[in-house]
């Protein structure tokens, strides 16, 4: 049986729609359309995004975090996805005020949708040899190719450790890619950064599918090589990294660590020098998302500020023996960091306590007498 609550005069309400209304458990979204209120329940059915801080588009509204669309009246969505219905709820015009009415009218129906991308687990069998991924961030002109000095020491490190230790290789140039910049959904709500990335899950155009797939599912070992772009990483590094957020949000919203016993090593060449500074953004952020990182994590080059010849710094990168054994050595490290975290992959996975990192609060302190 319906119960009805009033929720104020029109002059009250019309100053204040859209508007979230919480009425006993029931979180309500009311709008105003076509001259009269309507109430519909306020999560999306996608990931629970607030409809009411949506903006309107005829008589639908747009959830903020993902764009996903109900009509004020049907709680339906457009045509082709009007399977899909949030709850609607009863609302009157009455001479002592606009009145809503508990439960909704008519319920909430999910629809399960298949995903435009779907990120392949890539398990490893047993006894499978070592998965190791290089991500090259160097951006070029493909029709007026040019050589990479990171490029090139990240094929020899690949090269060298499929000789040596038989190990699988992919590589991705995060050049081939067309992906999408972050759309910065964490700046909405926390819970708006979602896995898969919203963007990866509605586009079918986006191709940063192989670096998701590659760093969650694939990979034992990653290295990744970058220039120094005025004394920082490439633009194509950040573009993905943007992107990435939502492989560590998990942590932040749902604490669900997706890489564990991974080894990150790094590549870092360019004309100026600026190698610990861009050493130190990389640790911090690929530690950030679960990654280990073996002694010695990085080899780099440069010519320093006051050497402004690319033509000369290439010609030491082509000719020079150390810098490739540099990088073979590099992935040696961290595959033989990698068999000592794999051999004790079993104390590695017991839960970690994480107080004090990244929106995790610190445990209380013990007050004076507590016994410990």
């Not at 001479?95 to 991308?117: C, I, M, Q, S, Y």
């Not at 986006?206 to 797939?213: F, G, I, S």
């Not at 990483?233 to 749902?254: D, F, G, P, V």
Request: proline share 6%; hydrophobic share 40%; with cysteine.
């Amino acid at each position: 049986m319906a119960t009805w609550h009033r929720l104020g005069t029109r002059a009250e309400l019309l100053a204040r729609v859209p508007c979230a209304l919480r009425i006993d458990h029931h979180a309500i979204a009311l709008f105003q359309h076509d001259g009269r209120f309507r109430a519909l329940g306020n999560a999306c059915n996608h990931k629970g995004g607030p409809l009411a801080e949506g903006r309107m588009r005829d008589e639908f509204v747009v959830c903020p975090w993902h764009g996903w669309e109900y009509s004020v009246v049907t709680g339906r969505g457009p045509a082709g996805y009007d399977e899909e219905q949030v709850p609607v709820f009863a609302v009157e015009e009455r001479p002592d005020g606009v009145f809503v009415a508990t439960p909704p009218e008519l319920p909430r129906k999910l629809v399960k949708h298949k995903r435009l991308h779907l990120l392949d687990e890539h398990p490893k069998p047993a006894g499978a040899p070592p998965r190791l991924l290089g991500i090259s961030t160097t951006a070029m002109d493909a029709a007026n190719p040019r050589f990479s000095t990171s490029d090139a020491l990240l094929d020899h490190a690949l090269a060298s450790a499929q000789q040596a230790r038989g190990v699988d290789t992919q590589r991705i140039r995060l050049r081939d890619l067309a992906f999408r910049h972050c759309e910065g959904n964490y700046s909405k709500a926390a819970r708006a950064c979602t896995w898969p990335c919203a963007i990866t899950e509605r586009d079918p155009d986006d191709q940063l599918t192989p670096v998701y797939e590659g760093l969650v599912h694939w990979a034992d070992v990653m290295i990744l090589a970058t220039p120094i772009r005025w004394g920082n990483l490439s633009s194509l590094y950040y573009k993905m990294a943007e992107r990435l957020n939502c492989i560590q949000n998990q942590i932040t919203t749902h604490d669900r660590v997706l890489i564990k016993n991974k080894v990150v090593a790094f590549i870092i060449t360019g004309g100026q020098d600026n190698v610990q500074a861009v050493a130190g953004q990389l640790l911090s952020f690929w530690g950030e998302l679960g990654f280990a990182v073996p002694p010695f994590p990085f080899i780099a080059h440069t010519r320093g500020w006051d050497a402004e010849d690319m033509a000369r710094n290439v010609r030491q990168v082509r000719a020079s023996d150390a810098l490739r054994e540099a990088a073979a050595q590099l992935a040696l490290r961290a595959l033989a960091f990698w068999a000592v975290l794999d051999a004790h992959r079993a104390e590695l996975d017991k839960p970690m306590e994480r107080s004090g990192r990244k929106a995790q609060r610190l445990a209380p302190a013990a007050e004076p007498g507590d016994a410990s």
